[in-house]
């Protein structure tokens, strides 16, 4: 059995994952895409997973510039789904949290498009299901930490 050499894995890791990544993409833009963009289900989610969130967590998790999470921060204030809070002690620095409409908005386009992805589950195994998780988050991980190593 001949064993596949690295370029013939990153070419099927790239078609797969731009296939999917696309693919999902359109259609969870098809089902929330009127009351909010991927970028901005997910700040909402990270925002009510971090406690005392601020832009800057924002701009390193979403891997964005500056510049553009004031302008996505901008639109959920100003839709009232999120708030800003500034620190008592150092006035640069502010806190974000979501509103009763933002958490509401967050929870049902989460459920929204849990109900779009989960029909797909039931095409594997949950051990495989389970497998490709880990694996995808180790990936992750890799990618954010410097050179490939992963950190013990």
Same mark, same amino acid.
């Given at each position: 059995?001949?064993?596949?050499?690295?370029?013939?894995?990153?070419?099927?890791?790239? /078609?797969?994952?731009? *296939?999917?990544? $696309?693919?999902? /993409?359109? %259609?969870?833009?098809?089902?929330?895409?009127?009351?909010?963009?991927?970028?901005?289900?997910?700040? *909402? %989610?990270? &925002?009510?997973? $971090?406690?005392?969130?601020?832009?800057? /967590?924002?701009?390193?998790?979403?891997?964005?510039? $500056?510049?553009? &999470?004031?302008? *996505?921060?901008?639109?959920?204030?100003?839709?009232?789904?999120?708030?800003?809070?500034?620190?008592? @002690?150092? @006035?640069?620095?502010?806190?974000?949290?979501?509103?009763?409409?933002?958490?509401?908005?967050? %929870?049902?386009?989460? @459920? =929204?498009?849990?109900?779009?992805?989960?029909?797909?589950?039931?095409?594997?195994?949950?051990? =495989?299901?389970?497998?490709? &998780? =880990?694996?995808?988050? $180790? *990936?992750?991980?890799?990618?954010?930490? =410097?050179?490939?190593?992963?950190?013990?």
């Amino acid at each position: 059995m001949n064993t596949p050499d690295a370029k013939s894995l990153v070419n099927r890791y790239l /078609d797969a994952s731009f *296939l999917v990544s $696309k693919q999902f /993409d359109t %259609r969870i833009r098809e089902k929330v895409g009127q009351t909010m963009t991927t970028d901005q289900f997910c700040a *909402l %989610r990270l &925002i009510e997973e $971090k406690p005392s969130c601020t832009p800057s /967590d924002l701009s390193e998790l979403l891997c964005v510039g $500056k510049s553009s &999470i004031t302008a *996505l921060v901008n639109k959920l204030v100003d839709r009232d789904l999120v708030h800003r809070a500034g620190d008592d @002690r150092d @006035r640069r620095v502010v806190y974000l949290t979501l509103t009763d409409t933002g958490r509401q908005v967050y %929870r049902e386009t989460e @459920r =929204e498009i849990q109900q779009l992805l989960e029909p797909y589950l039931v095409h594997f195994k949950p051990e =495989e299901v389970q497998n490709f &998780i =880990e694996s995808f988050e $180790k *990936l992750a991980t890799l990618l954010t930490n =410097e050179g490939g190593q992963e950190s013990e």
